[in-house]
DNA sequence: GAGAGTATGTACCGACCAGTACAACGGGGA
DNA sequence: TCCCCGTTGTACTGGTCGGTACATACTCTC
């Protein structure tokens, strides 16, 4: 979704072009997410991704475009998780614990990406920040509208809607942190654990 | 604390050479959290300072070194925070309030310096590197130690001590991406609604 | 005041930066 | 067969990077 160098046009281009594209995209996150974005040059870039500039640039339009992509690519996921919960019929309990299940199962299929996105996003500049923020700040008034609707129903104790959103999206944000996938925890155990202690201290 | 390019000498150095190192390191932490660490260029850092590069790397060394020093000044109050917990008399409860209520503290009152330590501290390199990951990691143990003697006492329930140190720290940590300190809510009141969800959650 | 050592600005270094120009390659369609 | 165009590598650009060399200015001690 969103900003590509030029629509499909159609021509043989497309054939391949979003699918090396997009493989492009999930090298170079994981090259960002060791070394960090400003850290890299496009040399390497062009090293991980066994290309030279020329290629490289074809596909990539500008080095903070690349950044976008990975940043998209992980919103959509996000956004996605949230507006199926949205969608979903449940208590303010069980949407809680929706919203934690396919954040924390994003966090752990999209490691690098999700890396990117938390520790690089202030490089993005003019309208690509701006719709990056607006984004991410979509996903925050779903945790929040589902707080707040816990609250009014007297699932919830009378909290801060803003600032439990907060608590509960630290609580699950920084297991990008930590989590290298080698745990006998699966995402899933994760989320529930999350989940008990939140919804737990949260109870009316 | 930690390593500066050589000890005070004692010669006519020390009187102003320290203090005037702190507002530099200070300063430089405002403008590594505004623009990132590496997209900050050391004629950058001159113009923060209103130095020349003479005179700020009289001061400061190196770039990275000038990181580490930023890392150590928040690194240095944040373990002293912990040690002071440690000490003190009180119930796995009321350590864990004491804990989340000096971090809380410690972001709000070091907002850039902290900003700095959790976006750039992969910048950090071969011992700086593996001293700040020892710090951090020495900090993390106490807040485990505090949850598992909670388990051990019947405050918690059976948690698991890592899992629940790293959704705490979580909740905490994230502080530093949103708090801008024109809220109504003090830092004591922050930790104070942090403490009552998270206890709440865990409690036998 | 003379001397010593700290503090500071200026000029400069080689390396690397993101990005571009452009020619050559290669495979599919006519 | 030949041509078109997506694809790719190479060579190159102006600019900036972190860091250094070094001469000068300042300030404190004797």
């Given amino acids: 979704m969103a900003a590509m160098p030029q629509a499909d046009g159609g021509s043989r281009r497309s054939a391949n072009w979003a699918t090396r594209r997009d493989a ?21 870039l062009c090293a ?27 919103m959509d996921e996000v ?17 809680l614990v929706q919203l934690g299940d396919g954040l924390i199962d994003i966090i752990t299929r999209f490691p690098d990406h999700v ?22 700040r979509e996903y925050e008034k779903r945790v929040e509208t589902v707080i707040s609707a816990g609250v009014k129903a007297g699932e919830f104790r009378k909290v801060d809607p803003r600032l439990t959103t907060l608590a509960w999206l630290g609580m699950h944000n920084y297991t990008y942190l930590w989590w290298r996938g080698d745990r006998k ?11 008990d202690i939140f919804i737990d201290g949260i109870r009316a």
Same sequence: chains 1, 2.
């Fill in 115 to 136: 890396w990117v996105f938390l520790h690089e996003f202030p490089a993005l500049t003019g309208e690509r920040a701006e719709t990056f923020r607006e984004r991410r």
């Fill in 48 to 74: 991980a991704n066994e290309l030279g500039k020329g290629a490289l640039y074809h596909y990539i339009g500008s080095k903070e475009e690349l950044l976008a992509a990975i940043h998209d690519r992980v």
């Fill in 185 to 195: 925890l699966s995402p899933r155990d994760i989320a529930q654990r999350f989940a």
């Fill in 24 to 44: 492009i995209v999930d090298t170079s996150a994981r090259v960002f997410a060791q070394n960090g974005y400003h850290a890299t040059g496009i040399n390497e």
């Fill in 79 to 95: 956004l996605a998780s949230g507006a199926r919960v949205a969608a979903s019929s449940g208590t303010p309990s069980e949407k």
